[in-house]
């Protein structure tokens, strides 16, 4: 029998009599994710855990906790990871130093893993990636946290070789980003709230750009525990909010489903849902008292400073840890500059490791912005995060090879859908972000339409 089960956060069970491939597989009831800020919205029942266990392969999108989280990961030793084929291959390096068993698949190139089940990775500029599985010809696009992006054409013309095509992608209200922002004044901003409908709306028009005609909510579904980022969870998704405003020519699939691949019907597994037990900081080692030493504060400053990039984006970094004001001079003309306050231990350990969007998703750590509109201002976040902590590049000459890379593997779509993008945020800038606008909608429209 020939079937997928969806289950935890962003986990897809292929079966073809056997389970054959778990993906991202965080086993999120039992492992925290972002220093204990997230644990799973559900359950993951005992069988589903015994399949993953028992998969033949598993695959990782990219390096973050709730995807590829470093206590899972230990329970998976001896198995066979497969992996997209990253700039720089900073996961497969660290899987292989570990003594994994790690094979990097190429982009655009089918793979089969069974009789009925095979795979096909797209990797993109900022170290996430997109997994295509064919089970027994049925097409399940799993977008996990990525946008289709320059790969929109090729999967769209891929999608017409299908009758059933199912995406699976995140969507939301924004919270698997940094939205723990004050003003200069140390006021809280709050954020502001998506209409009703939103979620299945965005879902929707994914859908579209790559001709699913299945939706199955995913790579969403997570809580906080944390007493300082609790806060963050009336931004979480309720699980009757995804199917709000999914359009009528899409078959809309419960999360957490399983999908008969012989004749495409669904049973809702159902999981329960996860108890939250609110946990101090202290648990996973953050004191926010703790002050930086001069020479843990010399490690965070070469850290932000060998960034060269960041010499072109602010003038300042300014570190507050244990009410200690430490100011990263990048000693230019810039008038812009970013504040964190974050405790001690969490700082550090994203600095050894290289993992500082960690801190940014955890929402605990808080951020003031100077100057900027966003920590996408001249792509701060990517320089520091997707470029250099994940991609292994720091400065211009690195960067412009990076870049050549990813435009010989994708050739023309990668300039025309990144100048689409920045276009897109230049022009949403002038524009009220409001979707009942209607200039707003036409908008979005005419740039859906364009992709």
């Known amino acids: 029998m020939a079937h997928v089960a969806t289950i935890g956060n962003a986990t897809i069970i292929g079966y073809d009599k056997m389970p054959i491939i778990s993906t991202d597989p965080w ?5 925290s994710a972002y220093f ?3 644990i799973g919205s559900h359950t993951i029942p005992t069988q589903y855990k015994k399949d993953i266990l028992e998969s033949k392969y598993l695959w990782f999108s990219h390096g973050h906790p709730d995807h590829i989280n470093p206590d899972s990961l230990k329970r998976f030793e001896g198995k066979k990871i497969l992996l997209p084929d990253h700039y720089g291959s900073r996961i497969y390096k660290d899987l292989k130093e570990d003594k994994f068993d790690v094979e990097i698949l190429k982009d655009k190139v089918w793979y089969e893993l069974s009789k009925n089940i095979r795979i096909q ?11 295509l599985l064919e089970v027994n010809k049925r097409l399940f696009v799993n977008l996990n946290d990525s946008d289709p992006g320059a790969h929109t054409r090729y999967i769209r013309n891929l999608s017409k070789k299908y009758k059933q095509i199912y995406l699976l992608s995140l969507s939301g209200f924004g919270d698997a980003d940094m939205i723990n922002f004050f003003s200069e004044e140390g006021k809280k901003i709050t954020k502001s709230k998506k209409p009703q409908g939103y979620v299945g709306k965005q879902l929707s028009d994914k859908a579209n750009l790559i001709g699913a005609n299945n939706i199955v909510p995913f790579s969403s579904f997570h809580q906080y525990q944390r007493s300082d980022s609790i806060w963050a969870q009336e931004h979480t998704v309720p699980d009757e909010s995804y199917k709000d405003g999914v359009y009528l020519d899409h078959k809309y699939i419960e999360p957490f489903s399983l999908i008969d691949c012989m004749n495409d019907t669904s049973i809702p597994i159902r999981p329960k849902k996860f108890d939250v037990i609110v946990k101090r900081p202290e648990e996973f080692g953050d004191n926010w008292s703790d002050e930086l030493t001069l020479k843990e504060f010399q490690e965070v400053k070469n850290y932000f400073l060998s960034k060269n990039k960041l010499n072109k984006v602010v003038r300042y970094i300014r570190i507050i840890v244990g009410n200690k004001e430490n100011i990263i001079d990048f000693k230019n003309d810039l008038k812009t500059g970013v504040t964190f306050e974050v ?19 955890g929402n605990y750590m808080k951020t003031t912005l100077h100057g900027i509109e966003s920590l996408y201002h001249k792509n701060f976040k990517y320089i520091i995060a997707n470029w250099s902590d994940n991609g292994l590049v720091n400065n211009e000459e690195e960067f412009q090879n990076y870049v050549k890379e990813y435009k010989i593997k994708n050739g023309r779509d990668f300039l025309y859908y990144n100048f689409l993008d920045q ?3 230049l022009f949403f800038r002038f524009v009220s972000n409001k979707s009942n606008s209607t200039i707003y909608k036409f908008s979005k429209k005419i740039f859906n339409f364009l992709r």
């Not at 086993?27 to 492992?31: A, P």
């Not at 350990?349 to 940014?360: A, G, Q, S, V, W």
């Open 27 to 31: 086993i999120c009831d039992e492992d």
């Open 36 to 38: 204990g800020s997230w």
């Open 121 to 131: 990775c797209l990797s993109n500029w900022l170290q996430d990636s997109i997994l």
């Open 343 to 361: 405790p001690r231990n969490s700082l550090l350990t994203t600095i050894r490791l290289k993992i500082f969007d960690d801190l940014l998703i």
């Open 423 to 425: 276009s897109k945020n």
